[in-house]
Nanobody, 121 residues
Framework: VHLVESGGGLVQAGGSSRLSCAAS????????MGWFRQAPGKEREFVAA????????SYVDSVKDRFTISRENAKNTVYLQMNSLKPEDTAVYYC???????????????WGQGTQVTVSS
């Protein structure tokens, strides 16, 4: 699976942004999809994940009620809607694909190249 993220950029604190991740190469609906992020000097952390159909989702506590993950299998795309952004959300955001549902594990099978999100205060 080849994954390409888009939609990052500079956003003011309190604002919103939507990331997209387009997949190609394998049956997209066969994969659970996740979003991760890595801030400068920090380890990569799990942000959100969605199951194959989108019926199950999982979020890290720090983004619950602010971020929403969704997917459109017909478009081979997964999204991350980010609202009420904070400066601490600044990071490179990566999407990833995994064959089985273990959302918060870092052991995903395929990774995108990442997209920068910068939240200014």
């Amino acid at each position: 699976v080849h994954l390409v993220e888009s939609g990052g950029g500079l956003v003011q604190a309190g604002g919103s942004s939507r990331l997209s991740c387009a997949a190609s190469g394998r049956t997209f609906s066969a994969f659970a999809m996740g979003w991760f992020r890595q801030a400068p000097g920090k380890e990569r952390e799990f942000v959100a994940a969605t199951s194959w159909s989108g019926s199950s989702t999982s979020y890290v506590d720090s983004v619950k009620d602010r971020f929403t993950i969704s997917r459109e299998n017909a478009k081979n795309t997964v999204y991350l809607q980010m609202n009420s952004l904070k400066p601490e959300d600044t990071a490179v955001y990566y999407c990833a694909a995994r064959r089985t549902w273990l959302p918060a594990t870092g052991q995903y099978d395929y990774w995108g190249q990442g997209t920068q999100v910068t939240v200014s205060s």
